[in-house]
């Protein structure tokens, strides 16, 4: 079974980083993709970015390009979200998640992510 958890959540203000973590223990296979995704009040949850655990490609909505950027630890099996030039509409609960190919089986329990304009 796969277990993720998030970290790295907080308040920030506008235009300041952040970087958010996801530990995952369990049996990850290289086949596995690791996905970014977030929810605000009143709205569906988006994807956000995403990790090609076997060789690392990355790819982001439109909304992170050029602003986040997911990377990977191997060594640790942990994933991570840098967030830079926050934005308060970048508010939201952020959930990491694992699966084979782009399914998204696992998911963590999410990390608020505050951004104060």
């Known amino acids: 079974q796969v277990q993720l958890v998030e970290s790295g959540g907080q308040l920030v203000q506008a235009g300041g980083s952040l970087r958010l973590s996801c530990a995952a223990s369990g049996p990850i296979f290289s086949y596995y993709y690791m996905g970014w995704f977030r929810q605000a009040p009143g709205k569906e949850r988006e994807f956000v970015g995403g990790i090609r655990w076997s060789d690392g490609t990355t790819y982001y909505s439109d909304s992170a390009k050029g602003r986040f950027t997911t990377s990977r630890d191997d060594a640790k099996n942990t994933v991570y979200l840098q967030m830079n030039s926050l934005k308060p509409e970048d508010s939201a609960v952020y959930y990491c998640?694992?699966?084979?190919?782009?399914?998204?089986?696992?998911w963590g329990q999410g990390t608020q992510v505050t951004v104060s304009s």
């Open positions: 998640a694992t699966g084979p190919g782009t399914q998204y089986t696992y």
